[in-house]
């Protein structure tokens, strides 16, 4: 297939190439798109088909325009900045998540901009285009640029008290516990300090659950601590993101969070926590 892509570009025929791919999926959508960057000579040319192809009925070429969109988005930032919206909101899951990506590519190659775009993505109507917040959120963070830490954190914390399972799903345990905790470490922990002190529920949850991922282990101590006063909040929502945070927790640190739950199993506030907690270790 791909020497079928080569072809058709030789001869200069784009549009062969979108109509494969209506068909197609994958590695060789990947191929395409850097077959196209690389033989559209015309800037111009590539915004105008990103644009076209963002529209176009075939999710698989939705998804070509999601990787091309970001090659342009110095060329016509409003427009471009509308249709990754438009397809963050996408029918089809994998679009979606294509999507975010691309706003967290752009916003690796254009801050400034692009985060002022993300700023109006989290006040959309649709849970998905709020869920690329996040999604962008974490992409930038594995630049691990040390000035955009505490913009990125900024960025999402809006989204903490957000209770749509879209966005909260892609929020503690994702963006936050698979991401930022491991690129920005400290920074990142200040502020989950910070958000440890509010009250509502939903931020709680994401505090609790940022401590479930792979950013976690490597700050176990301190990690306890948080966890340590979540653990009182008599709230089931709360204390039961505590329980899968410390059981997953324990999975790799065993030896410091094993402890721990044996002595909140003495202790009648925190002893249904060490339980649920302790059914998984």
């Known amino acids: ?17 979108v109509d494969l791919l209506t068909q197609l ?15 559209t000579d015309e800037k ?5 088909n990103a644009l076209s192809w963002a529209n176009h009925d075939a999710p698989a070429v939705r998804h070509l325009a999601c990787a091309l969109l970001p090659e342009v988005y110095e060329y016509d930032r409003n427009n471009v900045t509308a ?3 438009a397809l963050a909101a996408d029918v089809e899951w994998g679009v979606r998540d294509a999507a975010g990506r691309a706003c967290g590519t752009v916003l690796t190659r254009d801050f400034p901009h692009m985060i002022n775009d993300l700023y109006d993505f989290r006040t959309d109507p649709s849970p998905h285009v709020r869920r690329a917040v996040p999604v962008a959120a974490m992409t930038a963070g594995r630049k691990k640029r040390l000035d955009w830490g505490e913009p990125l954190l900024k960025l999402i914390e809006p989204l903490l008290a957000d209770r ?6 892609s929020l503690g345990p994702g963006a936050i516990a698979n991401g930022l905790l491991c690129d920005h470490p400290d920074i990142a922990f200040e502020y989950l300090v910070k958000w440890s002190t509010q009250t509502d529920e939903q931020v709680l949850w994401n ?3 940022a401590f479930s991922g792979s950013g976690a282990p490597p700050l176990v101590k301190k990690a306890l601590i948080v966890l340590r006063r979540l653990s009182l909040d008599g709230r089931r929502y709360v204390w039961r993101a505590v329980a899968s945070a410390m059981w997953k927790l324990g999975r790799k640190r065993p030896e410091i969070v094993r402890p721990e739950l044996s002595r909140w199993l003495e202790d009648p506030r925190r002893v249904e926590v060490a339980r649920a907690a302790l059914k998984y270790l």
């Open 1 to 17: 297939m791909h020497d079928v892509i080569d072809q058709a570009l030789t001869d200069h025929n784009v549009n062969a190439v």
């Open 25 to 39: 999926e994958g590695s060789d959508i990947h191929y395409a798109v850097k077959r196209i960057i690389a033989t």
């Open 44 to 48: 111009e040319d590539l915004l105008e």
């Open 83 to 85: 249709a990754l919206r």
């Open 164 to 169: 749509d399972s879209v966005v909260r799903k």
């Open 207 to 209: 505090v609790a659950m």
